[in-house]
C-alpha cells in the first residue's frame, strides 16, 4: 500500500512540525517565565483567540511547507479556519464588537468555511470539484447572508 506522503515530504513535514512544536513551546515558556516574574499580566478571557489564531498561523505553515499532498490540503484548509475564526473572535474578546452582535455576524461563520474550502482547493494537486461546489456555496451564503 503506497503512502499518501512520499517520505522527502513526509521528512519536510516532521522537520516542520518540530520547528513549529519548538517555536510554540518557547513561547509558552517566555510567557510563564514573564507571567511568574510579574513582568506581564496577561488576562486569558482576553486573549484566548490567539490559540486557534496561531494553531491556524501553523496548519498553514505546515500545510505550505509540505504542499502537494493529500495532507497539506486539510492543513491549509483547517488552518484557514482556526486563523480566521481567531481573529473573528478577537473582535469580541477584546471589546471592539459586542458579544451581543454574534447573532447578526452569523454569515461570518459560512464565509469562513467557504474561504477554507476554496483556498484548499485551489492549493490541492488534485483538483476535487466537490470541494470547490461547497465551498463556492458557502462563500457565497456568508457574503450574501
Request: aromatic residues 12%; proline residues 5%.
Amino acid at each position: 500500500m503506497e503512502s499518501p506522503i512520499s517520505p522527502p515530504a513526509a521528512s519536510s513535514a516532521r522537520r516542520w512540525t518540530a520547528i513549529i512544536t519548538g517555536i510554540v513551546l518557547i513561547a509558552l515558556g517566555v510567557w510563564f517565565l514573564l507571567e511568574t516574574f510579574g513582568v506581564v499580566s496577561i488576562d486569558l478571557g482576553r486573549i484566548w483567540p490567539i490559540f486557534p489564531t496561531l494553531f491556524g498561523i501553523a496548519l498553514l505553515a505546515l500545510g505550505i511547507a509540505t504542499r502537494r499532498n493529500r495532507a497539506a490540503e486539510g492543513q491549509i484548509v483547517v488552518g484557514v479556519w482556526a486563523l480566521l475564526s481567531g481573529l473573528f473572535f478577537f473582535l469580541f474578546s477584546t471589546g471592539t464588537i459586542a458579544w451581543g452582535e454574534i447573532a447578526r455576524l452569523w454569515p461570518t461563520f459560512p464565509l469562513i468555511a467557504g474561504l477554507g474550502l476554496l483556498l484548499g482547493f485551489l492549493t490541492g494537486s488534485a483538483r476535487d470539484w466537490g470541494i470547490f461546489i461547497v465551498g463556492a456555496i458557502a462563500t457565497l451564503v456568508g457574503v450574501v447572508g
